[in-house]
């Protein structure tokens, strides 16, 4: 592909105007089929950048960002290894950005990012990134990640506790209501269940919310939805104890648990 092309592509990505980064990406869609994974490479590596662009400061950047990751969920799994490479980068945008980038690339993600959890990614926060990853796959693949997330949500670092409890329940999206093996079902219920006591209350709140998924998407048996509405009525101080949670927040997904039970 001519040098001439790249350059012409990487003008409009650099851009200030709005109208120029999205042309860049409509250039980039119009060869992304037949492309080598070299010149993939390259043309990730340019839309990549974009991610670093904080879209409070730019909001006329936001179709365009979203446009880039529409974008990236269309290249083959080689770009795999380099967004998970760029899950290390130190800017959090960045990150979140490279995160749902991951999660547009479906099933062939799940792997690659279960193995980076356990062999490469020592920080408990580049952990959670992953976790955020795979929370955005939907694919009954994801089942291949539940382990994980049980670990991680037992976590001694909040910051993994809190992007685990949340995964869980984007993961019972995701699996087929009878597919969810009854150990590992029992175990996310159980963990769910231990993070209600948590101190943070956004790790609660989301404790009540995977719940509640739980239930919506046909993982709870009757028996066990009875048990989560005493649970969400006691965090809304609507039993006899009057002991409700004094966290908004979780009393609001409380309240929300309620219609799937």
Same mark, same amino acid.
Request: glycine fraction near 6%; proline fraction near 5%.
């Given at each position: 592909?001519?040098?001439?092309?790249?350059?012409?592509?990487?003008?409009?990505?650099?851009?200030?105007?709005?109208?120029?980064?999205?042309?860049?990406?409509?250039t980039?869609?119009?060869?992304?089929?037949?492309?080598?994974?070299?010149?993939?490479?390259?043309?990730?590596?340019?839309?990549?950048?974009?991610?670093?662009?904080?879209?409070?400061?730019?909001?006329?950047?936001?179709?365009?960002?979203?446009? +880039?990751?529409? !974008?990236?969920?269309?290249?083959?799994?080689? =770009? %795999?290894?380099? $967004?998970?490479? /760029? *899950?290390e980068?130190?800017?959090?945008?960045?990150?979140?950005?490279m995160?749902?980038?991951?999660?547009?690339?479906?099933?062939?993600?799940?792997a690659?990012?279960?193995?980076?959890?356990?062999?490469?990614?020592?920080?408990?926060?580049?952990?959670?990134?992953?976790?955020?990853?795979?929370?955005?796959?939907?694919?009954?693949?994801?089942?291949?990640?539940l382990?994980?997330?049980?670990?991680?949500?037992?976590?001694?670092?909040a910051?993994?506790r809190?992007?685990?409890t949340?995964?869980?329940?984007?993961f019972?999206?995701?699996?087929? +209501?009878g597919? !969810?093996?009854?150990e590992?079902?029992?175990? =996310? %219920?159980?963990? $769910?269940?231990? /993070? *209600?006591?948590?101190?943070?209350?956004?790790i609660?709140?989301?404790?009540?919310?995977?719940?509640?998924?739980?239930?919506?998407?046909?993982?709870?048996?009757?028996?066990?939805?009875?048990?989560?509405?005493?649970?969400?009525?006691?965090?809304?101080?609507?039993?006899?104890?009057?002991?409700?949670d004094?966290?908004?927040?979780?009393r609001?997904?409380?309240?929300?648990?309620?219609?799937?039970?």
């Amino acid at each position: 592909m001519q040098e001439e092309l790249y350059r012409s592509i990487g003008n409009l990505l650099a851009s200030a105007r709005a109208d120029d980064v999205e042309r860049g990406l409509e250039t980039i869609r119009a060869h992304i089929h037949g492309m080598t994974e070299e010149e993939g490479g390259r043309f990730l590596e340019m839309i990549l950048a974009l991610f670093y662009i904080d879209p409070l400061d730019r909001p006329d950047l936001v179709p365009a960002l979203e446009d +880039a990751l529409a !974008l990236i969920g269309g290249f083959d799994k080689w =770009a %795999i290894p380099i $967004l998970i490479q /760029n *899950l290390e980068a130190s800017d959090v945008k960045a990150q979140m950005a490279m995160a749902q980038a991951l999660g547009r690339m479906g099933a062939d993600a799940v792997a690659p990012l279960v193995a980076e959890y356990h062999q490469a990614c020592p920080e408990a926060s580049c952990r959670a990134f992953i976790l955020y990853a795979l929370g955005k796959i939907k694919s009954p693949q994801i089942l291949d990640a539940l382990p994980v997330a049980l670990e991680a949500a037992a976590a001694p670092e909040a910051e993994l506790r809190d992007s685990a409890t949340r995964a869980l329940g984007k993961f019972a999206e995701s699996i087929p +209501a009878g597919r !969810l093996p009854a150990e590992l079902r029992e175990k =996310a %219920i159980a963990q $769910l269940q231990a /993070n *209600l006591a948590d101190t943070s209350p956004a790790i609660r709140a989301k404790a009540v919310r995977s719940l509640g998924k739980l239930a919506k998407y046909g993982h709870l048996t009757h028996d066990e939805c009875t048990a989560l509405a005493e649970t969400c009525r006691h965090l809304l101080g609507e039993d006899d104890q009057f002991a409700w949670d004094r966290a908004y927040v979780v009393r609001k997904e409380a309240r929300e648990a309620l219609q799937y039970v």
